[in-house]
């Protein structure tokens, strides 16, 4: 069974601070698909990012950056110089050959 | 392209009714898939549909079904609602089955509330 956690329920942080994501997943399958998505207070669900079990290069986008460690079985999410427009609640999702398990997300609160 | 679309967008329900929730998904996409969002619960996966067909079943009660129409779009039925059962309904389209490392594109989902 596959099962994705999501230890940090709520994080509040000020404007401008660096704020990290935890995610951390079980599988006994080789092959496997990890993601992010945001979902902002409207409730549509937005995709930010996919990993391949077989490419453990990080990622960097803009502010976002990821960062997957096979070794810990981890795909954490970080997010730099974070802005009031980063509220949201984020997921960490794993996805095997049949279908994709969230975990139960991570409510991000930037103060101004 | 058109995003996927969830109708209605709110609804209010007394116990014991029941409710009948659409999802249309994207243009081409073949596979739907209906989640279940609570406060305390988070993102509980409830059935996936493929070519009218369901692939998947969660963890849900029988009181939970669903069906999928031969252009794709989805519905989801409610039976004999009980307070626990308010939530955001999201539905979730892929091109192909999910799983497989497929990105699912999400719709803004359906507010019930049973009173």
């Known amino acids: 069974a596959q099962k994705v956690t999501q230890a940090q329920t709520e994080i509040s942080v000020v404007e401008k601070e660096d704020v990290t994501l935890d995610c951390v997943y079980e599988?006994?399958?080789?092959?496997?698909?990890l993601f992010w998505y945001k979902q902002p207070p409207s409730g549509e669900l937005v995709f930010l990012i996919r990993?391949?079990?077989?490419?453990?290069q990080n990622e960097i986008s803009g502010r976002y950056s990821w960062n997957f460690q096979k070794s810990t079985s981890s795909f954490n999410f970080t997010i730099t110089a974070s802005q009031v427009v980063d509220s949201a609640v984020y997921f960490c999702?794993?996805?095997?050959?049949?279908?994709?398990?969230f975990g139960a997300g991570t409510r991000l609160t930037v103060k101004p | 392209k058109a995003g996927v679309t969830q109708t209605p967008r709110y609804l209010i329900k007394t116990r014991g009714q029941q409710v009948t929730l659409s999802c249309s998904p994207i243009?081409?996409?073949?596979?739907v898939s209906w989640y279940q969002q609570t406060p305390g619960q988070g993102l509980q996966f409830l059935f996936e549909?493929?070519?009218?067909?369901?692939?998947n079943k969660g963890n849900f009660p029988g009181r939970f079904s669903g069906r999928q129409f031969s252009n794709s779009r989805s519905e989801m039925n409610v039976s004999t609602l009980e307070l626990g059962d308010s939530a955001l309904y999201l539905c979730?389209?892929?091109?192909?089955?999910?799983?497989?490392?497929?990105?699912?594109?999400f719709g803004p989902g359906t507010r019930l509330t049973v009173l």
């Open positions: 979730a389209s892929t091109m192909t089955p999910s799983g497989r490392g497929n990105e699912q594109f």
């Open positions: 599988t006994r399958d080789t092959t496997y698909y």
């Open positions: 990993r391949n079990s077989f490419d453990e």
């Open positions: 999702a794993l996805s095997e050959f049949d279908d994709m398990r």
């Open positions: 243009s081409g996409h073949r596979s």
């Open positions: 549909y493929f070519s009218e067909t369901q692939r």
